[in-house]
Nanobody, 124 residues
Framework: QVHLVESGGGLVQAGDSLRLSCAAS????????MGWFRQAPGKEREFVAS????????SIAASVLGRFTISRDNAKNTVYLQMNSLKSEDTAVYYC?????????????????WGQGTQVTVSS
């Protein structure tokens, strides 16, 4: 079993930056792909970013490309999402997820473990 806890969300103004963290416990996660997803009110959960076990392969959604960066520190069992130039449309609950069957990438359908989410609200 893996327990994922997100932190770092909050209320910011458009153009500001935030860094989300996802700390894993219960198992070393250095062999698994991890990712970030978000869900806005009334919308389905969507992919934001994914990172391979080594950090060598990263995928970013087109809507956040050039503004968001995913990274991981396997020594700390933690994945990060650096969010710059935030926009009002980035407002959502952000979730961390892990795919224990893949070391390359994670999707909404392949994720095996999810965190509880952290709220990000961007005021315009």
């Amino acid at each position: 079993q893996v327990h994922l806890v997100e932190s770092g969300g909050g209320l910011v103004q458009a153009g500001d930056s935030l860094r989300l963290s996802c700390a894993a416990s219960g198992r070393t996660v250095s062999n698994y792909a991890m990712g970030w997803f978000r869900q806005a009110p009334g919308k389905e959960r969507e992919f934001v970013a994914s990172i391979s076990w080594s950090g060598g392969t990263r995928s970013i959604a087109a809507s956040v490309l050039g503004r968001f960066t995913i990274s991981r520190d396997n020594a700390k069992n933690t994945v990060y999402l650096q969010m710059n130039s935030l926009k009002s449309e980035d407002t959502a609950v952000y979730y961390c997820a892990l795919d224990e069957h893949s070391g390359v990438a994670v999707s909404t359908t392949s994720a095996d473990f999810w965190g509880q989410g952290t709220q990000v609200t961007v005021s315009s």
